[in-house]
């Protein structure tokens, strides 16, 4: 596939080195190569098969918008936007594009938020329930997608919304870990997943760019990671 990922930074600059290695052509485009959209017009985009989205919150509405109306697919890692995703959904829809998105591209990451959805009947068992996630010191947003999917997924199964709360911290290098602790009188039940590396969300991504080939329609990776 021809792809255009955009951003260079810590996540986009891995995933155009992965999807080099899985023999897609690619160009980049950071902050400079797509000044006021410049990347992303129907001229600058005619060669391309799909973009992919690592970049910021303040920057990725424009970017989705501009790749809808340019009749281009799209795979959005970025985070921080999902106050929107109604309006983005009904937009894709209409203008029949294919889109996928996800605040975590991990395998590692979508098996682990099915373990919590099984776990979560702890809190109909006298169970108090608590998220906690660690991210490196330059993530913009907080808390993580990955910790608010998490809590919806608890909310979902168990039936008790809004009752697990998320403690954010900010520090170091931490790639992205996320702990769920259910606590009741007698015990305590920890699940943790700690990815090691970008890496994971980097092959996710590029596996997704893969399987929207050719698709159109609207897609949560959780719905679709098993078929990769
Ligand atoms: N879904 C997932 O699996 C997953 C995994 C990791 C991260 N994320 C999310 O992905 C996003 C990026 O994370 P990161 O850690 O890679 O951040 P980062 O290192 O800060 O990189 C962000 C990049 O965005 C670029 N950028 C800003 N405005 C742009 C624009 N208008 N057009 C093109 N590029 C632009 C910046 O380019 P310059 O350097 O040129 O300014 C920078 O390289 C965050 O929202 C993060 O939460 C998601």
């Known amino acids: 596939m021809n792809l255009l990922v955009l951003g260079r930074g810590k996540t986009g600059a891995l995933v155009a080195e992965v999807a080099e290695q899985r023999k897609h052509r690619v ?3 950071g902050t400079k190569e797509n ?3 410049v990347a992303l017009t129907p001229d600058s985009l005619k060669l391309i098969d799909a973009v992919i989205d690592f970049t910021t ?3 990725v509405l424009a ?6 109306k340019a009749d281009k697919n799209m795979i959005v890692g970025t985070t921080g936007w999902y106050q929107e995703l109604d309006r983005i959904r009904a937009l894709v829809e209409q203008n029949k594009t294919g889109f996928l998105y996800t605040p975590n591209f991990s395998l590692g ?3 682990f938020l099915d373990v919590a959805r099984v776990a979560a009947i702890a809190l109909c068992h006298d169970y108090s329930g ?10 913009k947003d ?12 608890i909310g979902d199964a168990s039936g008790k919304k809004d009752e697990v709360e998320i403690t954010s911290f900010r520090e170091g290098e931490v790639v992205g870990l996320h702990e769920v602790v259910f606590e009741s009188g007698a015990d305590r039940i920890y699940l943790c997943h700690d990815a090691k590396s970008r890496r994971g969300f980097a092959e996710g991504a590029v596996r997704a760019a893969e399987w929207l080939a050719a698709k159109k329609g609207f ?3 959780k719905d679709v990671w098993r078929e990769l």
């Open 130 to 139: 608590q998220i906690f996630e660690r991210h490196h010191a330059t993530k």
């Open 142 to 153: 907080a808390p993580s997608g990955t910790a608010i999917a998490l809590r919806r997924v």
């Open 219 to 221: 897609y949560d990776f």
């Open 63 to 68: 970017n989705i918008e501009a790749c809808v």
């Open 35 to 37: 000044e006021n959209g």
């Open 27 to 29: 160009r980049v485009a």
């Open 109 to 111: 990451v979508n098996l």
């Open 57 to 59: 919150p303040h920057c």
